[in-house]
């Protein structure tokens, strides 16, 4: 069909509106992360190193498994409402292969996590499934192969292994570091890798991509893939501390790290959002968690104020990026 | 392709669903040691009772080619108010949860159809803060509902299968099906999920409709809320996510599509129906709960594999492969990828 | 077919279109659009694309607020600030896009918008009166509780007309209506526009159709770069009077001095076909020449560019480039045999627009640029800056988001990531001047005739006459899926404009004065 041919709007926008706009989404977190620090300085015990600690700590896991999630919806995927589940599945499978020794167990989680990801990826994008129908139906089927197998009980270690992941080096649990170490990772991927450039191509806008014969079917499931190992990396730092899993050991995992990423300013429509974007989301909310409980606010308050920062950061993205546009 | 009413979706899909779960119903004594009695059809819709305001709320949304994850927010609130606000008279409680849904329901209407955002992220932080809104409310604890003749009343048994608040639910499934098939909002619903620019140029007054669905959604997810928490006495801060997913499945599973611009109410009904008999079944016959999650992850699978837009051009370069010239003119020119 | 005899002119004007102004940023669209339609009266608006048709047509029907000028309707002036204020004051639309919803029956799509009916449907009551609207443009075998979706485009398009007929308006606007459709179906449309215009509506018909133009409609105004150049009586005017005035001077020829440096066969389509879009379309093209399809919306000229690109899955057909077999349906595929593709919708299908202009230039070659799967920091920067380079833009902007360039500085990056490749062998470019002002026309123009120059063979599709004119060595002009002739010799405008308006001949015109002269039957020379 003839699309109308609407002269190209005036467009003489100046030469550093690019940076500008990107400088305007990075202002948003600024200007929240300095209204957190001020009521924070505030708030009697928020500047603390143990305090600090505990933030980073309530961040982490839900950060690493955030960072899987920013490679789904960098791709052009939205959300996958399977996270929890998988977290649960590859929980499982960590604590049940402890007597292999830590590193296959590990390793043997992380296969999990991929496996079952990827191939939702490779659906979404070999076939432009709708990724929202397609993870609600994994969550099922995973949910039910797992209480299948175990008959619904919870997993015991079958090794002491998995205790390592309990660490706390230097007084620090060993999965923030582990956090810092991953979005560094997934960052340099993001930026300096053919395949992290083609992600940020065809999520923004997938007939773009391939009519410019980019493989979008195959960098969509290269990025499930990575985001399930991270899924099975969170798994494996929450099965160790529960020293125990079963399927509700994901919780509610995947409203959190949906929240995370969104609070990092990422758009839900792809194309555009960073690792360490993810990172300051989830500190964001950790840390607005945290000095609420200094105050001495109820969880409730807490889960709505996260709620609230959510909404905000979506309405500013998203007036930010329309502005540009018009 | 066809044009017979039995081979669309939004026809085939309930019917399949509500029909193969019908029979399994029927046919549990012969698998198995229990028996089906009246209790069981009413304990099936009680279950209906339960979910389907939720599917309802949801599919609403979703016909227009939304998607309104804050449901389950607006249902625990909803409850929660009833219980709070409902002690003395019972009127208040219910009115306080359907005001609640209706402002929430505006509040996002407005923010969506006004900033054109989409509704997945927007929904997703009200469902959020509303969870937290109900647990600040509480205290993050379970309240109890004290006027025990209104937890009687509601889930006495009526006319052998039904209570008041399994009639209550068919009236609002009653009223969604007249409304959506024999008025001009109904079809507009549809027209605007379907392919809104096309039904902006013809006409329609896309922004208002948009705005009143969404109020619609709220609305009927804080009655249902409040229902629930009226028969069960008392209201829960956190009903979870199972809820939601539930919800979901059912509305799929009634035909409606997540690309927009598919669905009945009755086939809304179909799907809800086909969930409540599956867990019915489940009781009935001691069914592991596996059995039934992998049932509803076999189901939306092939729905989510048949509807994907790039398998069909697959299928469409495979017959101009094998059969050149056999080809014919895809019936979908034109999708939405994006929810 | 009787010509203006049917005319039910009243000579009563009902509509005036008064200094209609409206601007896009620094285009000015339309400068001044003056106008009246009489009750009954067939009114014709043509012009050349970008001529400014659509931008009035959108003020007409509420679409965009004018930023000057007035409109009125029966003497009053109207405010038309939304599709349902125009509506509510009398105005039908057929939009130039398709416009109906393919997950409602036909019953409803024939209501939708009208804002006549009440809030509950009597589809019902209304029934008889929907059956006479679908019979009144031939669609008596379509039922009236039919899903959309099972309709063919062209049907489709009949029922979105169908809707604009039936809703007793006092303007009704078609916006090529009858792109779409064959010969037959047209000839149920006129009737039926005739039938309306007969009750005292009064019509504005825009086209692309001369001869159905001149056939149909009682007066004619022509506009020519956002002006309205003149209002004349069609019974006046023949196809070649009227190409001169949407002109504006008399029609150039194609100038075949250029051509000559041709190597070798690059790329052989041998019997492509597209269900319903393409018939039986062979070409050989050589490396160092320019060619274009030339035809209207509908004519299969872009389906041919789309089909070769891989982009059309039903496609069928034998597509070889240096003489090796390339499968259709597959733009990985296309792309790997060196086949690079410029979509006309620059926006959806096109540039990454909220990505850096960088990015975009080098889209196309990332597997160049990396080394084990890491961008080189180095190679990429120096692939910008020659890219940049090629296209004229400041290396400075390289960081800025492509979506803040102008239209032209856009496409010059769209057709410039195509540039430069050695694994290019042809470039495919579907209207590549779209929307583009005149100095970033003949900014691309030259990207293109260098990118022949290096030894590409360039395919164009166009409908433009100037463009084709400048542009390309051959020109094959197609209509309604079909070619009609293949011009490698010296050829006036005035017959490409003809062949591509009315294919061949036209069987609706009776002043067509079969000047068949020009150019060779398009199969021998294509086979």
New interface residues.
Partial sequence: MNTLTVPASGATAPSRSRRRGDLATDAVVVVAVVAVLVVGLSTDRFVSYANLKAILTSASLVGIAALGLTLIMVGGAAVSLAISQTVAASGMVFLSAQSLGLVPALVLAVVCGAVVTGLQGAVVGFAAANPVVLTIAASFAITGVATGLTGGTSVSPSGTGYDVLNATPGGVPLCVFVLLALTAVVEWVLRRTGFGRSLYLGGENRRAARAAGLPVGRTTTVAWLGAGSLFAVTAAFTAAFNTAANVNLGGTLTFDAIAAVLAGGTPISGGRGSAVRTLAGAVLIAAVSDILLLRGYSTGVQIMVKGVIVLLVVVLVHLRSKGRAS | MTSHPLGRPAVLLPLTAFGVTLVAFVLVPTYSDATIGSFDVYNTLQIFARLGPLALALGLTMIAGEFDLSVVGTYALGGMLTVQLGQEHVAHGVLAAVGAGAAIGLAQGCLIAGLRLPSMPVTLATYIALLGLTSALSGGLTKTYANVDVILWVDQTVLTWFSPRSLITLALFALAALVLAATRWGRELRAIGGDRRASRVAGVAVGPLLVGTFVASGVIAGLGGSLLSLSLGSANPDPGVQPLILAAAAALLGGVSLAGGRGSAVGLLGGILAVALLAEIATVTALPAYVTQLFYAGLLGIIVVVDAPDLHSALVRLRADLGPGNARVPAHPARNPHV | MTVASTSARTGHELVRVDGLVKS????R?VRGASFGIEAGEIHALCGH??AGK??VV?MLSG?EDPDGGEISIGGEVVDLR???A??RAGVA?V??????????SVA?NL?????R?????RARRSRRRFRALLDSVGLTHV?LD??L??L??GERQLVEIA?ALGQDARLLILD?PT??LSDVESEYVYASVRKVAATGCAILFVSHRLGEVLALCDRVTVMRDGAVVATAAADGLTVDSLIEQMLGEAPSRLDRTRAGRSGDVVLSVTGL?V???VHDFSISLRAGQVYAVAGQ?GSGASDVLRAL?G?V?????VVEVDGRRV??????V???AGI??V???RK?????????IG?NLL??R??T??RL???SRARWSRSVAELLGVCAI?P??A???V??????N?QKVFVG?CLHRDDVRVLLLDDPT????VGGRAAIHDLLRSAATDGLAVLFSSTELEELLDLADVVVTMHKGDVVRTHVGDTAGSVLLREITHGGHDPHDPRDPHDRGVGAPAKELLS
């Fill in positions: 896009f940023g620094s285009t669209a694309n970008g659509s931008t959108k679409q939304s599709r349902q125009a509506q639309l939009d130039q896009e398709l416009s109906v919803v393919p997950s409602l409803e209501m939708l918008g009208d804002a009916t009440g809030w509950l449907n039922a039919r899903p979706s099972s063919g485009i809707r090529e792109a779409t076909s269900p319903g879009r919306l690109a982009l899955p039903a496609a069928t057909g499968r259709t349906g597959r733009p990985t296309a792309s790997a690079a593709f979509s006309n919708d959806t299908e096109g540039l990454f627009l909220d990505k850096p990015w889209a196309t990332l597997p640029l990396t799967g890491v961008v400041e400075h902007r960081r800025d988001a979506g803040s360039l102008s239209g032209g856009q990531r779209r929307g583009v002002d």
